[in-house]
């Protein structure tokens, strides 16, 4: 059964934005028009092309907020309809990606790690317990390629990251995902300095296949613990890096 109209308060409306800053401008307009129009759930978001054209925002920025928003729970695509809105919003209920004012790389690059070390020790384990076959065939997909890329260049910042996001989804609670896509951003841009250097975490490498080995036979205390040992070595090299 095809979704309904979306029902709109006529003062709904969506307007071209500053270049700075889109993605969290994008984010915080869409929230607010989803707000406005009232939309509830099961009715349809505007469609792609009509976002670039009202927000004067490029394909790529829309998608991925539109991404965002699938991963937090507020929407989801289906077939036939377009993306459509999971769950009520209010303007000010959407939890933007969140941004370090922090000067110092050393400052940025330890805050960073310690929510990570909290998220994904836990993970780690949770995902021992519940990952399925699929599951586990993606992990090492994606193990596969940051391992590839890692021996080629000497290091795989985005693979890694593909890699911690498929242990993420094979805990099977929403939130874990959820919360990393709320600090991304923040460690994103660390990719191009100083995850490009090949000496940055390489001994940590040879961990991530213990990792997956542990959560592939289900031993959660194993698990926390090489992922423990892998932000360990992160660690020590920020500390290093910024003698």
């Known amino acids: 059964m095809p979704s309904p109209v979306p029902r709109m308060k006529e ?12 993605m969290t401008a994008v984010s915080g307009a869409l929230a607010r028009f989803i707000a406005e129009a009232a939309l509830r759930p099961g009715d349809r978001l505007p469609t792609e092309r009509a976002l670039m054209e009202s ?36 303007a000010d209920a959407i939890h933007l990606p969140l941004t370090i004012d922090t000067g110092a790389l050393r400052d940025r690059l330890v805050q960073t790690l310690e929510v990570r070390r909290g998220l994904e020790i836990e993970a780690s384990a949770v995902a021992a317990h519940r990952a399925g076959p699929d599951d586990i065939a993606r992990m090492e997909a994606r193990l ?41 951003e923040a ?10 250097r090949p000496d940055f975490a390489r001994r940590s ?7 997956f080995d542990a959560i592939r036979s289900r031993n959660a205390e194993l698990a926390r613990d090489r992922t423990r040992a892998i932000l360990a070595i992160v660690a020590e090299d920020i500390e290093a890096m910024s003698a």
Not at 67 to 86: D, M, N, P, W, Y
Not at 205 to 211: A, I, K, S
């Open 55 to 90: 927000l004067a925002v490029g394909r790529s920025t829309v998608r991925e907020v539109l991404r965002q928003f699938q991963a937090r729970g507020i929407v989801e695509t289906r077939g036939g309809s377009g993306t459509v809105l999971k769950r009520a919003l209010s």
């Open 11 to 22: 003062a709904a409306s969506l307007a071209p934005l500053p270049a700075a800053d889109r």
């Open 187 to 196: 460690f994103e841009g660390f990719f191009d300095k100083p995850f490009d």
């Open 205 to 211: 490498f040879p961990f991530h296949r213990e990792l």
């Open 144 to 184: 596969d390629a940051m391992e590839a890329v890692h021996l080629e260049k000497g290091t795989a910042g985005r693979e890694d990251l593909a890699f911690h996001l498929s242990i993420y989804d094979a805990a099977h609670n929403p939130l874990f995902r959820q919360l990393l896509e709320q600090i991304r």
